[in-house]
């Protein structure tokens, strides 16, 4: 299996695992493994275009933003980006404790992410995951 094929798979598995956790009322690691997923599908990403991907978060976030800033839609894209990965950085991190209506705030923005990334990039991704983790 190639690296790129293995990201994407990884991405799956911890969305499935977000929605799951999410399902039971575990925001914290719902909220973690939805970063995750989207980590993972921001990673392939620049593997594809770019040839590798950067360790750090931060720099990541900036390559993709560099793909698509100039895209209609993109700048939000990569403040959401920012926002899940804050959110996922102060749940492990910090001092706060996920709330549900936080939690399903971020997956209208992971949802969003999720679906402009594979519809821009062209990705093979099972977009139906998040079907269960519908608002209520």
Known sequence: MSEYSFLLMKASVLLSEAVRDKEIKCYNKSVSALWFAIENI???????????YPRKVGVMIARIAELIDSVHGGKIIVRYVREL?????NVDHSVILMSESRC????RKGRFVVNFLVKLFGIEFDLHIFDSSSSK
């Open 104 to 107: 399903e705030e971020d997956f």
């Open 42 to 52: 921001l990673k392939a990403i620049l593997l594809r275009k770019k040839g590798s």
């Open 85 to 89: 990965y804050n959110d996922r950085k």
